[in-house]
């Protein structure tokens, strides 16, 4: 394994990539909590504050595609700097209007969409300059595979320093540092960005276009959209399962099996060697993940839902690695990044509408019941992919 991630590390121009792409990608770890803390604290209400965060997610999922395809249209050194500068400027106004308590929540709101606007689409981005790094298939799925557990850890490791910066000092200071992480991860990532061209893995599509694009990438979207939603409802369904056996707070353990799981996984998929094409292996994937999350309905105790919850991980981060994959195979040159925005927004719109959806049905239906529901998205992504196979 540790022979395979370093043929990816030892790729010309690997070595700089890397670290520019995690050290501005760690703002999107740091920032949402330091939000929530610092509206919270500016305004003296967290039901305010959570519909600011929810505010920012919104506009930042709805146009996501679209500043990945200014990136496509135009390339990287000429969109993310003035991307990145504006984003980090409404950060640190952000900042400055939740230092203290005052400013005008509608202030804070038009603060919040404007962040969301200008965010950088850094793991698009960051995807597409792996495709052009390692022409070679077998190299470019240990990348992305590195690439994709690398992200999950610094979303983990975020919501850690936003933490400590808001005990040690006050919770806007994380919006600061949320501000100099993308400033300066995305002002590197730019420098040392290449052009993105054909990689040879297949031939490009004959119509391109968002409409195209999209029926494309049916099934690696749709798995996407479908593990956003039942990982997202599993973690909701996970800290009432935690209160009932106990202490709320407990969910962290379950977290983090689920976040080594998918670790775990993500390493194994890009140091294994696979016969099977992509769209196999994703449908693999997804049914494992399918039925690890109806597991989930038989564990009795919290410790028995800690490791089902180890076993579901390890289907997450392969299954978005190779979603990721997929989609790059369909998509022509040209919309890479884009592409790879469309896999980043299904997850996030299904893992949006779950969140919503289990709150809702925790007040109707049993638990357990619940819990066993949460297999229906990627349950209902396999059947997608029957349908577009046998049409």
Do not use: K
Request: glycine share 8%; net charge positive; with cysteine.
């Amino acid at each position: 394994m540790s022979a395979s991630y370093l043929a990816v590390l030892r790729a010309p121009g690997a070595a700089r990539l890397l670290p520019a792409a995690l050290f501005g990608r760690l703002s999107y770890g740091t920032l949402p909590l330091s939000l929530l803390l610092a509206t919270a604290a500016g305004t003296g209400s967290y039901p305010r504050a959570g519909w600011l965060t929810a505010l920012f997610s919104a506009v930042g999922v709805l146009l996501f595609p679209t500043r990945a395809g200014l990136v496509d249209r135009y390339g990287p050194r000429r969109t993310l700097p003035p991307m990145a500068t504006g984003y980090a400027a409404v950060l640190l106004a952000l900042a400055a209007a939740t230092w203290r308590p005052g400013t005008p929540y509608p202030v804070l709101l038009a603060l919040a969409a404007a962040a969301g606007t200008l965010a950088p689409p850094l793991g698009p981005v960051t995807r597409a300059q792996w495709s052009v790094l390692a022409a070679d298939p077998e190299l470019r799925r240990r990348a992305y595979s590195l690439d994709t557990v690398a992200e999950e850890l610094l979303y983990v490791t975020g919501p850690l320093l936003a933490g400590l910066l808001a005990a040690a000092a006050r919770p806007a200071a994380g919006i600061l540092l949320s501000a100099a992480l993308a400033l300066g991860g995305t002002l590197a990532l730019a420098a040392v960005a290449r052009p993105v061209t054909a990689t040879g893995t297949a031939a490009p599509p004959a119509r391109t276009g968002t409409r195209h694009l999209l029926g494309r990438a049916r099934q690696p979207l749709a798995a996407a959209a479908g593990a956003g939603a039942g990982l997202a409802a599993f973690s909701l369904l996970a800290v009432v399962f935690a209160g009932r056996h106990g202490n709320p707070a407990d969910v962290a353990w379950v977290e983090a099996a689920l976040a080594a799981g998918s670790a775990t996984g993500g390493l194994l998929l890009g140091a294994a060697d696979w016969r099977a094409p992509a769209a196999t292996r994703l449908t693999l994937l997804t049914a494992a993940l399918t039925a690890a999350l109806a597991l989930t309905a038989l564990a009795p105790t919290l410790p028995a839902l800690t490791a089902v919850a180890a076993l579901a991980g390890l289907a997450v981060a392969p299954t978005l690695t190779t979603a990721y994959l997929l989609t790059d195979e369909l998509a022509a040159p040209t919309e890479r990044t884009r592409a790879g925005a469309w896999v980043n927004s299904s997850f996030n719109a299904g893992s949006s509408t779950a969140t919503a959806l289990t709150g809702t049905l925790l007040g109707h239906l049993p638990l357990t019941t619940c819990l066993l529901l949460t297999a229906t998205p990627p349950l209902a992504a396999l059947a997608l992919r029957r349908r577009t196979r046998n049409p």
